[in-house]
């Protein structure tokens, strides 16, 4: 299928993780993030809005995964979106009286962003996405810088505690360590129909199916003589799931992935579509169950 694109509404939706200390890593999610605990059996919570029943991360258990495997191929981090700039603020602040360490602190142009680490080590990015008339652009594309983020300016003006994360939070996009940076960009732009938004970012694709600014980043891992592919026993990412908006958007994106030959597993009854990415990523396409609008 020539130039085929996913629907522009597609939405990246949750991420799940395989991690070796279960409840130490349940618990960081809740007390420190402020994830509700959506529901938790066999081994693996799922985490996020509990009043919306809305998964944003997947906790799996897995006490024999391989410690230092996540810091490979696989997961670079996972960006959550804060509605408001207040929200971020409150998160920042209470960090702070945590004395929980942030890694770094940026404003991307078209976001503002802190950074910090889980108890296993997997990078979390937390942000307020800029109004789109602020966003950098150059030539149609969204062109991102990295500059120091004033924290102590945001705390000045902020009132109120963070007592959990806000309703309206949500993945804002994950980004990836791969095996072959060009190998992968042409995976995910010929078979799942995703364009480069910004390419300035040195060996970073930044990629979108719409225009939001991106919905995954993909870098070139450093080898470092591991293996670049993930294995059942590695830490860090399991899947990625993705919400497509009709059956019929998902039957175009089944023909286009037949078209290719590419290997994937389809469930009709479950409407999903489940594949791997040439680092060995798991991805989900599933067409989730929408509320009537009257």
């Known amino acids: 299928m020539v130039n085929f694109s996913l629907n522009p509404n597609t939405k990246l939706t949750s991420v799940a993780i395989k991690v070796k200390d279960f409840d130490r890593m349940l618990s960081f999610y809740q007390q420190v993030v402020g994830f509700d605990l959506i529901n938790e059996e066999n081994d693996m919570a799922i985490l996020g809005i509990g009043s919306q029943k809305r998964k944003l991360l997947g906790l799996i258990s897995t006490p024999d995964g391989v410690e230092g495997s996540n810091t490979q191929t696989g997961l670079n981090h996972t960006s959550f979106v804060f509605p408001t700039r ?107 129909g995703f364009k480069i938004q910004d390419d300035d970012f040195g060996s970073t694709h930044l990629l979108s199916v719409n225009d939001y600014h ?38 175009l994106l089944k023909e286009n992935l037949e078209s290719l030959g590419c290997d994937f597993y389809y469930n009709k009854g479950k409407r999903i579509i489940g594949l791997y990415d040439p680092s060995g990523i798991h991805l989900w396409f599933i067409v989730f169950k929408k509320e009537n609008k009257k």
Request: proline share 5%; aromatic share 8%; with cysteine.
């Open 214 to 251: 991106h919905q995954l980043a993909i870098n070139e891992a450093q080898s470092n003589g591991v293996s670049p592919v993930i294995h059942e026993t590695d830490l860090g990412v399991d899947h990625v799931t993705f919400d497509i908006p009709t059956m019929d958007d998902l039957l």
């Open 86 to 192: 207040d929200d971020l603020a409150r998160f920042i602040k209470h960090l702070m009286l945590m004395n929980y360490p942030i890694e770094g602190e940026s404003d991307h142009g078209f976001c503002e962003s802190v950074y910090i680490s889980d108890p296993e080590n997997n990078r979390l990015e937390f942000s307020w996405d800029k109004p789109r008339d602020e966003w950098p652009m150059v030539d149609g594309k969204i062109d991102g810088v990295t500059k120091e983020l004033n924290i102590q300016k945001r705390l000045n003006r902020v009132e109120g505690e963070y007592t959990s994360v806000p309703e309206e939070t949500k993945v804002g996009h994950v980004h990836l360590s791969v095996s072959d940076l060009e190998e992968v960009y042409q995976f995910y732009a010929e078979k799942l």
